[in-house]
């Protein structure tokens, strides 16, 4: 059912805060939300428009181990160009 909803709506959108969805959920370590979206075919290198922060390296600094792991064997990336800091 969860996959149903969140494939009917846009889960690139970003929040006032430049993040993704993918982005949140990494961060907060919701890991089955995590999966459910890449069942779902988003994209793991969703970055934030202001900071161009990736969800891999959001859930490497909340120390996240799982989300982490899940997103290495979908070969998230670690950070991407065009930002830097």
């Not at 959920?25 to 919701?30: D, G, H, I, M, N």
């Not at 181990?65 to 979908?74: G, P, S």
């Not at 670690?78 to 930002?83: P, W």
Request: proline letters at 1%; aromatic letters at 8%; glycine letters at 4%.
């Amino acid at each position: 059912m969860f996959i149903m909803i969140i494939t009917r709506v846009d889960i690139e959108l970003q929040d006032m805060y430049s993040q993704t969805l993918l982005l949140r959920v990494a961060r907060e370590a919701q890991e089955t939300v995590v999966k459910q979206f890449l069942e779902a075919d988003v994209n793991t290198n969703s970055q934030g428009r202001d900071c161009g922060w990736v969800p891999l390296l959001l859930a490497t600094k909340n120390l996240h181990e799982a989300v982490v792991k899940i997103l290495l064997e979908q070969l998230a990336k670690f950070s991407l160009k065009g930002y830097s800091e």
